[in-house]
């Protein structure tokens, strides 16, 4: 079986959709070692980026928004000329079947999604049996099948929380790639009830895939986190927050229950923010430049996926009061590495970590204020949940990933198997109910 990806999650060195398409592909490919699995897209593919995926020292950011990289692309597709086709397998450490492609692209071939990929799934040999979008777009116009991720409909339900040339690309094509795929893969039940309630969607074609921490994140001996810690400039009392700087991260509400903190404790911890600064942080700033916690607030900017296991690993407590989510993965990320968590109670969240973290409302900064007192005044209540959360996050795995992903691929291809069965069934019974 010939399975075609979408490659352009890792064109550009971004996080988020990025790994869940690396990971996904290899898990993918180590399950099938006799079929090929082919990372496709019209512009090349960062091959360091696929070398660093799981290696210490990559720079990264998290959750960060990977529509920009899909509208990247389809116009640089869509401005080229020539560009000739390129296919290679990647580096040894990777599967021998897993490769990269990048289609020629002509005038023939502009407007990525409707023209040049459904041009080459239909010319390429061994011919694509099933192309998976994991970035919300799929290739129209062809009769391949197609199964299309949608992580969460943030960018409908949560508007203002997103610039708004990305909340009018989505509201224009999601429901096209919706309509258009053979089958749905969503990250949570929850985020399956919003794609069938807001986009007019049968449950039956939704396929519920969780994700999980990559393999990286693994608890650190404290002394081992040292050098790290002061390199960053990072304190030994400290609470993390890990996310792009965002308002649907919520880390307004972190910061004032932080403030209150500081107010009514005798307690100094640090406050660590380890992301990317993103969008719409205005009032954020002007928070944290009115207030006298500001000055106890470390904003790191991007760090290295083992500088970020290492600040999980020595941390009092992560916090992450995030108020929507299509997972959320830096709860299981933190918990995968010893880290006691205090985060939302939103429905996506409570899939993933159960009972293993301490749960507030996203928006109650009181809640939380109590929350992270208790965590940093009470080791047994800190240790409890340390160890909850590490057999929590053990539930989830990447190969446990690829293998549901696989098993909603050939949920394809036996409805089809299947209905073609009843073709003939039913052709042979007419002919026979004829006397022909």
């Excluded at 995968?336 to 939302?344: D, E, L």
């Amino acid at each position: 079986m010939h399975i075609g990806i979408d490659g352009i999650p890792l064109a550009t060195p971004k996080t988020g959709i990025g790994h869940y398409t690396f990971e996904l592909a290899q898990g993918l490919a180590r399950e099938l070692p006799q079929d090929e699995i082919q990372l496709i897209a019209p512009v090349p593919i960062l091959r360091e980026e696929l070398a660093a995926r799981d290696a210490p020292g990559r720079k990264v950011g998290t959750d960060t928004a990977e529509a920009d990289a899909e509208e990247t692309a389809e116009v640089e597709a869509t401005s080229a000329t020539s560009v000739e086709a390129t296919d290679a397998p990647l580096q040894s450490s990777l599967p021998p079947n897993l490769s990269t492609v990048q289609p020629k692209v002509s005038a023939l071939r502009k407007h990525w999604w409707t023209n040049g990929l459904p041009l080459h799934i239909r010319s390429s040999e061994p011919p694509v049996r099933l192309f998976h979008g994991t970035n919300y777009n799929i290739p129209l116009w062809n009769r391949c099948r197609t199964v299309v991720t949608v992580h969460d409909l943030s960018l409908l339900l949560h508007s203002n929380t997103h610039e708004a040339h990305l909340v009018a690309r989505a509201r224009r094509r999601l429901p096209t790639m919706v309509r258009f795929a053979t089958q749905i893969v969503t990250d949570t039940e929850a985020v399956k009830k919003e794609i069938c309630e807001h986009l007019d969607v049968r449950p039956e074609r939704v396929s519920v895939v969780p994700l999980a921490p990559r393999r990286v994140f693994r608890p650190v001996p404290l002394e081992e986190t040292v050098e790290t810690r002061r390199r960053l400039g990072v304190e030994d009392d400290f609470i993390l927050f890990v996310g792009t700087v965002e308002p649907r991260k919520n880390l307004i509400t972190l910061v004032r229950a932080f403030a209150e903190l500081l107010r009514e404790t005798d307690l100094r911890p640090q406050l660590v923010v380890a992301g990317r600064e993103g969008w719409l942080t205005d009032e954020l700033h002007a928070y944290l430049k009115e207030s006298a916690a500001g000055e106890r607030v470390l904003f790191t900017g991007y760090i290295s996926d083992e500088e970020l296991r290492e600040l999980y690993s020595s941390c009092r407590v992560c916090a992450y009061p995030s108020v929507y989510e299509g997972f959320g993965l830096p709860p299981l990320e933190a918990m995968a590495c010893g880290a006691p968590v205090i985060t939302s109670r939103i429905p996506v969240i409570m899939e993933s970590v159960g009972q293993a973290a301490r749960l507030i409302e996203p928006t109650d900064a009181n809640a939380l204020t109590r929350e992270l007192i208790e965590m940093l005044t009470n080791d047994g209540v800190r240790r409890h949940f340390s160890e909850a959360g590490l057999k929590q996050a053990a539930q989830f795995t990447w190969e446990r990933t690829a293998r549901m992903t696989l098993d909603v691929y050939r949920e394809i291809f036996a409805r089809e198997r299947h209905g073609e069965a009843k073709k003939i069934t039913s052709f042979v019974s007419e002919q026979l109910s004829s006397g022909t």
